[in-house]
């Protein structure tokens, strides 16, 4: 089957459009430095873990394959302790993480307290033009990372008419509806 706006996040799409979401949508891509590989001491025995990921307990195996999980990674330590990845997934390849991104902000965030001095009770418009009549104007950083902005909208996923449906059509994750 093809891949298209209307599927692409579901399964079984998405075992290759979270891969490929450039082809699908507009992206930017954020440039970095080359990974750096650090100390591994792989322990392939936590695969078989049985753990209770809220449902019973079960093989982290079984959960990362139900779950569709494409990569997974423990690190303990400073050590890699595991790598699994599926769907032809390797350290190079690009994934969209969706809201796993507000993780890896605080992550920068935390390392820009410490070797940037980052304040992070300072307005946001201190370190980025932000327009004066929106919430960003009085937001701190820690508002932001807290997701304390005071902005009206409602994050429903059922609603196809609502704030959610029509932010996501604009930013043309989902196709547009008759008219739009």
Not at 81 to 90: F, I, Q
Request: aromatic letters at 10%.
């Amino acid at each position: 089957s093809e891949v298209t706006l209307e599927n692409w996040k579901d399964y079984p799409y998405s075992t290759w459009s979270l891969q490929h979401v450039a082809e699908l949508v507009p992206v930017a891509k954020i440039e970095g430095s080359a990974p750096q590989r650090i100390e591994s001491d792989i322990d392939l025995g936590l695969l078989e873990l049985s753990v209770d990921f809220g449902s019973g307990e079960e093989k982290v195996i079984d959960f990362l394959n139900r779950s569709y999980t494409d990569s997974f990674l423990v690190v303990q330590h400073g050590k890699i302790l595991l790598e699994y990845s599926s769907n032809a997934m390797t350290q190079f390849s690009p994934h969209l993480i969706f809201s796993v991104s507000k993780s890896v902000a605080g992550l920068a965030a935390g390392i820009g307290v410490k070797e940037f001095s980052l304040n992070l009770d300072s307005p946001v418009s201190h370190y980025l033009p932000v327009p004066t009549c929106g919430a960003y104007d009085t937001a701190s950083v820690r508002d932001l990372l807290d997701m304390k902005v005071s902005i009206d909208f409602e994050e429903s996923y059922s609603d196809k008419d609502g704030q959610y449906a029509r932010y996501r059509r604009s930013m043309l994750w989902i196709p547009a509806t008759n008219g739009e």
